[in-house]
Nanobody, 126 residues
Framework: QVQVVESGGGLVQAGGSVRLSCTAS????????MGWFRQAPGKEREGITC????????QYPDSMLARFTISRDKSKNTLYLQVSSLRTEDAAMYYC???????????????????WGQGAQVTVSS
């Protein structure tokens, strides 16, 4: 059974950067997609980016292209999210998610994923 656990985050100054990590366990093959999402209080969960674990291909909504970067280290079963030029509106709970699939393109839609971590809080000070 695949499980994912986020780490990183915390209090970061506006204009700075942060790197979140997500470690996956229970992986028996690389036919999975993983994604990063965030949810601010009172707002819907928002897709940031995703990656096909096997191929490394990624997807980003246009609004996330400039400051968000997803990457993975297959040897460590770890997914990363680098966020640069942080803004106060980036403050949110950031979630890692996974789904087992052989599809080529990953999705940044939250309902596509059935495995979720507990989240990592990112707070941005102005």
């Amino acid at each position: 059974q695949v499980q994912v656990v986020e780490s990183g985050g915390g209090l970061v100054q506006a204009g700075g950067s942060v790197r979140l990590s997500c470690t996956a366990s229970g992986l028996t093959n690389d036919a999975i997609h993983m994604g990063w999402f965030r949810q601010a209080p009172g707002k819907e969960r928002e897709g940031i980016t995703c990656i096909n674990w096997r191929s490394g291909s990624t997807q980003y909504p246009d609004s996330m292209l400039a400051r968000f970067t997803i990457s993975r280290d297959k040897s460590k079963n770890t997914l990363y999210l680098q966020v640069s030029s942080l803004r106060t509106e980036d403050a949110a709970m950031y979630y890692c998610a996974a789904r087992t699939t052989t599809a080529r393109d990953c999705s940044v839609s939250a309902p596509a994923y059935d495995i979720w971590g507990q989240g990592a809080q990112v707070t941005v000070s102005s």
